[in-house]
């Protein structure tokens, strides 16, 4: 006779009894374990065998441990799970075998106490066995269909046929035999294990789910301790669960340590939140809720996926505490035991839930101080919608909860409410220390966008780095704390930093580092500093300390020469000692410290100009005078000044620096050179200048002029110009500015060159005033000499003085050569024209160059009455004799004389005739065919003009008649030419047609000569 530890077979007479009695009961019996199986759980099969396994070992008082075996070795494949624990009991059997009517019904919390969570194992087996060290069962869906088919009652029969057989599995327990558990022993060490036969073609499924077993099972069932799994050909895998101090949780798998942190709590449930629910579930009225997250610290074991959960991450499930269809955004698990509905995949709406979901939010709160404060900031809850209403339950909670507590971690180390707290976006980690000291609640900054979002979601304030910078003012700091501000920050946005402090070399501070005047490699060594910062201790020098190069960026000046001698609180300085040498007497020991700085100052390369204009020095009696007034013993100004010059002589004190120094300070030892901006310079007559050259037009750009001109005595100009010119600083100031420059200007009107002024003279190469004016009686550079106004061509005479050259032309003393006068009368008609306020002389140069009274001269307009006049009753008319006429108020010769030709017979031009011509056009370059055209020269060899009765006159040629609108132009007109056949007339004749009267000469010798006369008189 079989044995039945476990009562089956009552069990099984009292379900078929109740299904006999009422087939519906057979099938709503029948539906609800297949819904059971195929919704609520089934995909949860491994955590439900767990869970099991776990209540047995916590009704035993052990650590939860479970096996999970997938033998494939016999006919059927078997998933098998073995556990420590209370072995099988009666009241165990039939809990199993019942739907909702769990064993478990104490008030302590356990994982199982609904009574369905074994009808997981039907997802993959018809056939489910439990075995314990008190017995085992079975469990058969074929063995029941023939139970209830023996039965013989027609409804059941009916009903089973309509499922095609598939009767509920679970409602009938069998004991088994005591061979068959003899001959397939528990393993060693565990107290039960459930069997399950796999159907076909599922041990393939079952392999992968326990592969995938990990961490989360051991989480999701609190007080499961060890995990193993046994896989075909593969060595155990062991899963073990130590919980430590602080929090502090390792799970090991396969020798490999994860440590997690967990935040939990537990408590008895408020007897008035039970009122809703089931009957049974009000006497567990104690809760437990755990929240697990990866030790951010244990990075090389634990990734940090959980931590940092990007867009299209995997939600966390809430576990209640095995996994529930409730995702989470929270980048932590959370494990509780939350009430479930009927599907048992949601939580069941009410107070109750809402109760626990508070005490989570509460929980997170603990779990967030827990974790390192560089990671606290990823557990903050994201900004975005929720996940669902459980999901917005809890972040709504946990952030008003965060946001009200002090859980971020300030720079300087002290916990501060988010609420309270500040953070600055774009700076490093040192910088936010450094601003720290003065920003309270000051955060690091984030490093990712996230970051900044969970801030924001915080309610942390966004502080403008310009607004920290300037709070930096509020602190004291040693010179290298500032150092390192400046570093930290030297990245940054300088408009954000332009309040920055700055300490200074002679203590205090300056707020902004505009304007500071920075030590380092260009700037001037540390004595010339020190002196300078004691004499003007507002002088703004950066401390060496706290000297870097993001200060120059903000405006700071190398601390070099030229940056002192700008500097408005030396330049001050030396103005105020100046301006009291007119009220008192200076202190020696004072003036020599400026002097010297002003000195040192120059030679480290500084500019002119700044506070050197104000520079006092002292004279050769001890006498204190400003620099400029001084000058230096030895100069080589003092050979060229006027004894008149009143410039005392500058102390021999000062003779150790070099002569260029001094001269920057202004001492007198060459040429000085002023830098003009207005019209307020020391330079004599310079508003003179200023009034004529600039005007009313907008002030020049700042130039240079030579000092000092009206100092040089009227004997020394030569050499003062030789000066000038030698030094190339003058030079550029005499030649270069506005035009004239001021220098030009004022030599060009004061000084004298052998008692004249510079334009009463001419250069050796104006060749065309030679006798007009007199060559310049000393040697001058010729860049020098043109500025100055000496004259070099005749259109340098007619724009320096026209009332000038007028009289030197109208001079019988002055000599002039007959090939410059008729020049020369055309520089004085255009001068003439240019100025009607010019007065006419009464004397005229001739063609011969000596000086004629105007009323004895005519204008030579016609030249062929040249043979008729004398050269010196002739004007030279030019081009335009008309206009040199009436200029000079002449009378044109061809008006003046009433000529008469007396030709005789006339002829054409024979042939040696024609070739003297032909020899002249060639010599002038012209065709002598093109020149005449159809109206030849003609030929009268007894040619001559009478002038009155009884008077002629043999001509060698004679032009048109006086009408001729051509002839007083003199070119191309033949009308009436004739010539007596002689080489001086047809020479003269070709000339004159051809425009080129000024090449007649060589236009006769051509006539008169051959090809040789031609190349000997250069014509090619």
Partial sequence: MPVDPFRTAALRSAVLSAWSESPARFREDANAEEALATGGYADRLLIELAANALDAARDAGLPGHVRFSLDTSGPVAQLRAANVGAPLTAAGVSGLASLRASAKRSGSISVGHFGVGFTAVLTVSDAPQVVSTTGGVMF??????????????????????????????????????????????????????????????????????????????????????????????????????????????????????????????????????????????????????????????????????????????????????????????????????????????????????????????????????????????????????????????????????????????????????????????????????????????????????????????????????????????????????????YEALADQNAEDLANLPVPLSGGGRRIGPAGTLLPGPDALDDDILRRAGTLAPELCVVHPDAAHPLLSRLGARPADAAALLSDPALIQLFRRFREDLEEDDPDPDELADLARLALDLVEAGGPAGGLLDDVVLTDSSGEAWPAGELLAPGASLAAVLASDADLPLMGSRWAVYPEQTLARLGVRTGLRIVAVENAEADLPDLQQWWSEVVGDSLPPETFEAVADLDLIDDEKWPQLLAMLAADRDTLRALTSGPDPSYTRWWIRRFALLGGEPPHRWRTSGALGLTGLYDELPVSLDGAVAQAIGVLGSTADALTADPSDLLARLADPEREVPAGAVPALTALAVQALEADGGLALPGSVRTLTGAVADAGDVMVLDLPWFAQLVSAGELVAGGREPVRVARALELDLVSEAITAQVVAGPTRSLSPPETAAAQRAALALGVDLAVLFGDRPLLVAPDLSVGTGPGSAQRVTWWGPDADDSDARGGARSSNGLRVDGSAAGIGRAVAFVAGRWSDRHLAVVAADGDLLDLAENGVQ
């Fill in 140 to 485: 058969s869906r074929d063995r029941t269909a023939g139970a209830v088919t023996a039965l013989g009652v027609a409804e059941l029969t009916k009903e089973l046929a309509a499922r095609n057989g598939q009767a509920p599995a679970l409602r009938l327990p069998w004991s088994m035999e005591m061979a068959a558990l003899q001959a397939d022993p528990l393993p060693a060490g565990f107290d039960a294990q459930v069997r399950l036969p796999l159907r076909p073609g599922r041990a393939g499924e079952l392999e992968e789910l326990l592969r995938a077993v990990g961490d989360d099972l051991l989480w999701a069932l609190p007080g499961l301790f060890r995990v193993e799994i046994e896989l075909p050909g593969l060595p155990l895998t062991t899963i073990e669960r130590q919980d430590l101090n602080d929090g502090l949780t390792v799970i090991t798998r396969d020798g490999v340590p994860t440590r997690y942190l967990a935040a939990g709590a537990a408590g008895t449930i408020p007897a008035s939140l039970l009122a809703d629910r089931p009957i049974e579930e009000r006497a567990r009225e104690q809760w437990q809720l755990t929240w697990v997250l990866p030790d951010p610290d244990d990075r090389p074991a634990a990734p940090l996926h959980l931590l940092e959960l990007p867009p299209d991450a995997v939600p966390v499930f809430l576990g209640a505490p095995t996994p529930t269809d409730e995702p989470l955004s929270l980048p932590a698990r959370l494990v509780g035991t939350f009430p479930v509905d009927d599907t048992r995949r949601r939580l069941a709406p009410g107070p109750l839930t809402a109760y626990l979901l508070d005490q989570a939010a509460a929980q997170y709160l603990e779990l967030f101080t827990a974790v390192p404060p560089e990671h606290r900031l990823s557990l903050v809850p994201a900004a975005g919608f929720p996940l669902g209403p459980v999901d917005a339950a809890l972040r709504t909670g946990i952030v008003r909860r965060l946001s009200r507590a002090p859980v971020l971690l300030a720079v300087l180390g002290d916990a501060v409410v988010p609420s309270s707290a500040c953070v600055i976006t774009g700076i490093s980690d040192g910088a936010a220390r450094l601003l720290g000291r003065a920003v309270p609640g000051l955060l690091l900054p984030p490093r990712t966008p996230a970051q900044l979002e969970a801030l924001r979601v915080l309610g942390v304030a966004l502080l403008p780095l310009a607004d920290a910078t300037s709070a930096l003012a509020g602190i004291d700091g040693r010179p290298a704390f500032w150092h390192q501000v």
